[in-house]
């Protein structure tokens, strides 16, 4: 059974950096597109940065160069490494599977960037 948890957010000031955490169960990191999304206020949820299973990293234009995803195969853990952060981040994040996700969605992480 696919189960997923996001950790790591908060609130945090413009400029400023955070790592988000997924962790998982039911299926091997390592083996698996995974990815990062987040679904800001009043708008529909958006695939923000992807890792393949050989390790090629991928990113939304508006996050790139700023974000970073990484994952722990030991642990069966996915980060994303957020720096230079912008109000226009401000976002619930999840991580979950790349095209397809799961139908399985964790609770997500609640990242608000405001001075």
């Known amino acids: 059974q696919v189960q997923l948890g996001e950790s790591g957010g908060g609130l945090v000031e413009p400029g400023g950096s955070l790592i988000l955490s997924c962790g998982t169960s039911?299926?091997?990191?390592?083996?698996?597109?995974m990815g990062w999304y987040r679904q800001p206020p009043g708008k529909q949820r958006e695939w923000v940065a992807g890792?393949?299973?050989?390790?090629?990293?991928s990113f939304a234009d508006s996050v790139k160069g700023r974000f970073t995803i990484t994952r722990d195969n030991r642990q069966n853990m996915v980060y994303l490494q957020m720096k230079d952060l912008k109000p226009e981040d401000t976002a619930v994040y999840y991580c979950?599977?790349?095209?397809?996700?799961?139908?399985?969605w964790g609770q997500g992480t609640q990242v608000t960037v405001s001075s």
């Open positions: 979950n599977k790349v095209s397809p996700p799961f139908d399985y």
């Open positions: 039911g299926f091997i990191v390592s083996q698996t597109h």
């Open positions: 890792v393949d299973r050989r390790g090629v990293h």
